[in-house]
């Protein structure tokens, strides 16, 4: 689906965002692409979007070149960015004027996403909440059936009940034909959604991994003391949440948002675990 190789960009010469990254992303998976403020998440999104153009290395998007933006490609691409601008019109006269770039756009499916988001769909899209906005844009990125969706930030300005509907709309538009990167920093958002963690930290890759591979080499637990074996830990009220290696294979649920704190603080430690 996407080939990275040795991707090198930045928006000022002397301060690159990426230095050589490469990486491998398939279809039939839904990727939570984290960072810190600044790491070049949403940067990386535009990239493989066309909507900024790789100064070195190579993009492959479905045998594409993203910077290209050919119209093939492009109806396969369904980009939904963390800042939007929506017309001061009604979603009938949206759909008409955007939905036709996409020659799979399902109708029926992006009615019934509306009405489980339960949009108002006679009031004009200006005048909308910024959480309902967010949902109509959700709502038709899904309904182009393209087979790369990117999501930059798609849980901001949604209130809990919605955030539930979010993951439940998403685990359900997962086909084995489509590739899905979400990008957030609300990391507590993707629990149980995402399948694969991509973190990037200083210029590349800090973690590229299945949450099955990450729980087979890590184990998450709470400790009331802190010893040599564990990799990284947080005080709580019981002790500490704590990363330490799986040594002797017990099953835990992943925490992204420890995993996420430990990777930035001990990348030494984790490194050969995932090389």
């Known amino acids: 689906m996407i080939n990275i190789n040795n991707l090198n960009f930045g928006y000022n010469k002397h301060k690159p965002l990426f230095k050589n990254m490469s ?93 489980e988001f339960d949009i108002p769909v006679e009031q004009k899209l200006i005048n909308m909440s910024y959480g309902q906005k967010k949902k109509v844009i959700i709502a038709f990125g899904l309904a182009t059936q393209a087979k790369l969706v990117i999501m930059d930030e798609p849980t901001n300005g949604l209130d809990i009940p919605s955030k539930a509907q979010f993951r439940k709309i998403m685990a359900s538009a ?30 590349d890759i800090a973690l590229k991994a299945t949450v099955e591979e990450i729980t087979e080499k890590l184990t998450f637990k709470k400790v009331k003391e802190i010893d040599d074996s564990i ?28 995993l996420f704190n430990a990777i930035l603080a001990e990348k030494i430690k984790f490194k050969p675990l995932f090389s």
């Open 23 to 115: 990486m491998r992303l398939s279809n039939g998976h839904i990727y939570g692409l984290l960072g810190k403020n600044g790491a070049g998440k949403s940067t990386l999104l535009k990239n493989l979007a066309g909507l900024v153009y790789a100064q070195g290395g190579t993009l492959d998007v479905m045998g594409y070149d993203p910077a290209k933006r050919q119209p093939a490609l492009l109806e396969q691409i369904c980009f939904i960015p963390e800042e939007f601008y929506l017309p001061s019109v009604k979603i009938g006269t949206y759909l008409k004027a955007n939905a036709p770039f996409y020659k799979n756009f399902d109708y029926g499916y992006f009615n019934d996403l509306i009405k």
């Open 174 to 203: 997962m086909t084995d034909e489509r590739c899905i990167i979400i990008s957030t920093h609300q990391v507590r958002d993707l629990d149980n959604l995402i399948d694969t963690v991509i973190m990037l930290d200083e210029n």
């Open 231 to 258: 990799f990284y830990a947080e005080p709580s009220l019981s002790g500490y949440n704590a990363v330490m290696p799986n040594y002797h294979q017990e099953e835990s649920k992943l925490d992204m948002e420890l």
